[in-house]
């Protein structure tokens, strides 16, 4: 059912409860829930049990007189078909079917509209997902990210929120100096496996790949910085360092591209560290009295906050442990008026979010205690050919995002996108996934984005049928739309808002993946139980309208998760 009707309906039971409540002064709170059992109605309302003991009132007897009051109002006719009353007093409603119907009108007058809210217009959302260390290709579980994030960022901008798209480069410390160490060890000759080449080197080809670009003395970009260009030098780090960062976000930029992810702002550690913004992070901790020196190192007393040991912030050879440039960028965050951030990581990031947490409180900037929100994935196993695949020849280590959206799509990137795209968003994020290329592949029921994708062309493919035009169709008469599978559509349709807003405020993105795969079924329930283009006009005609308002959710929802919604098959 609709948002509006809900409301409708609760005003109802505020209204029929009015003259019981009468000098109380008690205010109830009308919740409105779906039946466990949909034999039960459309509509569970537990108001009566709620209030029987502050009114002295036997519950189910108080039930009677609010069904009572519910039907007698005028308002309800065209709302409520019948209302009745279970064990100790649960008011199980039936919503009248003109009421389910419209929904069909709702869909085809707000188009790709339908679903989208204004409850967050006038605030600011920033999603930080992905942040790949710039030190080798994205792998699969970048991917998780990258899809989940993209997903909960068009699910706040669906819900009016002003929201921005971050990808936070750590291109400062070890990993870096590692990188460039490995690059020259390449320039130089070396290969893993050689008496030479450094232990804690990255072994990928990809290795190779940057130093032969460095020796040819090449140029490259990525998509937000300044080019840089190689000295050809084996021995200037200072040049290979930063080439080979450019290099790897170059390569980064077209993974992400391949993938359909856009971002709006790049931000670089090494800037935090550039403006002072670390240092003054540190002093204002200092001068809050939040910090204290241990055996010559810095510490934060994060036990204060509900961490299980105080951390430290500055080692005794002076560097900074890595969560207090974490603890600077968030401070940034928060300066910038994003009154809420969510970060979208690796299930390894769990052990930073006190610390960063503890850091922003006792900074004393009055940051909520909550902030910043955290979406954390765990990990994705790869199966192909019926064994799990544990590295790419490319990477070295790991599978990479290329890898899996090439195989998923045999070749067909656009294809590849739209089942890594949606496989990845399909399960909560905080439980494993195995990805089975096997599967992504099949075209059947076993694939869910096949599953989805196939409902929406079924319905192309009957509409192409229809020879009259199809806007006339918002004008059509519902009323012969009565069929179970119909009814049960109808519903499903309805629901679509409210699941974007749910999705959005409990930060899961998957459930987008289960209403679409669950409204894909509703469908193709629908059209092997029911023609559409049958001899009698009003029902096909009602029956064409639902096709086309389904067609557009489908069509919503499957844009809303960054997949294509193909015509035919």
């Known amino acids: 059912m609709l948002a509006s009707q809900k409301q409708e309906i609760a005003a109802l039971f505020q209204a029929a409860l009015a003259p019981v409540l009468d000098g109380t002064g008690i205010t109830p709170s009308v919740v409105l829930e779906r039946p466990r059992d949909p034999s039960h109605g459309d509509i569970a309302c537990n108001i009566a049990m709620?209030?029987?003991?502050?009114?002295?009132?036997?519950?189910?007897?108080?039930?009677?007189?609010?069904?009572?009051?519910?039907?007698e109002n005028p308002a309800g006719k065209a709302l409520i078909d019948s209302a009745d009353i279970a064990g100790p007093g649960f008011i199980n409603l039936r919503v009248a079917a003109c009421a389910?119907?419209?929904?069909?009108?709702?869909?085809?007058?707000e188009g790709q509209a339908f679903g989208r809210s204004d409850a967050g217009a006038g605030k600011k959302v920033i999603l930080e997902f992905v942040s790949a260390n710039p030190t080798g290709p994205l792998h699969v579980g970048h991917g998780r990210q990258a899809a989940l994030g993209d997903a909960l960022a068009a699910l706040?901008?669906?819900?009016?929120?002003?929201?921005?798209?971050?990808?936070?480069?750590?291109?400062?410390?070890?990993?870096?100096?590692?990188?460039?160490?490995?690059?020259?060890?390449?320039?130089?000759?070396?290969?893993p496996g050689d008496a030479e080449w450094p232990e804690s080197a990255y072994n990928g080809d990809y290795i190779a790949d940057i130093a032969n670009d460095y020796l040819a003395g090449k140029t490259v970009s990525a998509s937000?910085?300044?080019?840089?260009?190689?000295?050809?030098?084996?021995?200037?780090l200072d040049s290979i360092r930063p080439f080979a960062v450019t290099y790897l976000r170059n390569e980064q930029d077209i993974d992400l591209q391949a993938f359909g992810v856009k971002f709006d702002n790049y931000y670089l550690e090494s800037s935090l560290y550039a403006d002072g913004k670390v240092e003054k992070a540190v002093e204002a901790l200092i001068k809050a009295?939040?910090?204290?020196?241990?055996?010559?190192?810095?510490?934060?007393r994060t036990t204060d906050y509900g961490d299980d040991k105080d951390r430290v912030m500055r080692k005794s050879e002076g560097g900074f442990t890595y969560f207090v440039p974490d603890v600077a960028y968030h401070i940034?965050?928060?300066?910038?008026?994003?009154?809420?951030?969510?970060?979208?990581?690796?299930?390894?990031?769990?052990?930073?979010?006190?610390?960063?947490?503890?850091?922003?409180?006792?900074?004393?900037?009055?940051?909520?205690?909550?902030?910043?929100?955290?979406?954390?994935?765990?990990?994705?196993?790869?199966?192909?050919?019926g064994e799990e695949v544990k590295i790419s020849k490319r990477a070295g280590s790991y599978v990479t995002v290329r890898d899996l959206i090439e195989w998923s799509g045999d070749g067909d990137i656009a294809k590849g996108r739209d089942a890594v795209r949606f496989f990845l968003i399909s399960r909560k994020a905080d439980t494993e996934f195995v990805f089975d290329v096997d599967i992504a592949l099949k075209t059947s029921d076993e694939n869910p984005v096949y599953y989805v994708q196939y409902a929406h062309a079924r319905i192309c493919r009957m509409l192409e049928q229809f020879t009259g035009e199809i806007a006339s169709l918002a004008n059509a008469d519902l009323a012969p739309l009565t069929a179970p599978t119909e009814m049960t559509l109808l519903a499903t349709l309805a629901a679509y808002p409210e699941t974007l807003a749910r999705a959005q405020t409990e930060l899961g993105p998957h459930q987008v993946a289960f209403y679409l795969?669950?409204?894909?079924?509703?469908l193709h329930s629908f059209y092997f139980a029911e023609r559409v283009l049958v001899d009698d006009e009003a029902l096909k005609l009602a029956r064409l309208a639902l096709m086309v308002a389904t067609r557009q959710v489908l069509r919503n929802g499957l844009a809303l998760i960054g997949v294509s919604a193909p015509e035919k098959m």
């Open 224 to 236: 937000d910085g300044l080019p840089a260009t190689a000295s050809g030098k084996v021995e200037d």
């Open 332 to 385: 940034v965050k928060w300066q910038r008026g994003f009154t809420q951030a969510i970060n979208i990581q690796g299930s390894d990031h769990h052990g930073t979010i006190a610390r960063v947490r503890a850091g922003l409180q006792a900074v004393g900037m009055e940051i909520p205690q909550g902030y910043p929100d955290y979406v954390l994935h765990k990990m994705v196993t790869v199966m192909k050919n």
């Open 156 to 191: 706040f901008d669906a819900q009016g929120y002003a929201v921005t798209r971050e990808f936070y480069y750590n291109d400062a410390g070890v990993q870096i100096a590692t990188l460039a160490n490995s690059v020259q060890a390449r320039a130089r000759g070396f290969k």
């Open 100 to 109: 389910k119907q419209s929904v069909v009108k709702a869909i085809l007058a």
């Open 50 to 71: 709620q209030l029987a003991k502050q009114l002295k009132m036997n519950p189910r007897e108080l039930a009677q007189k609010i069904v009572a009051s519910l039907l």
């Open 517 to 522: 795969r669950d409204l894909a079924a509703n």
């Open 289 to 300: 009295g939040k910090t204290y020196e241990l055996d010559g190192a810095l510490w934060l």
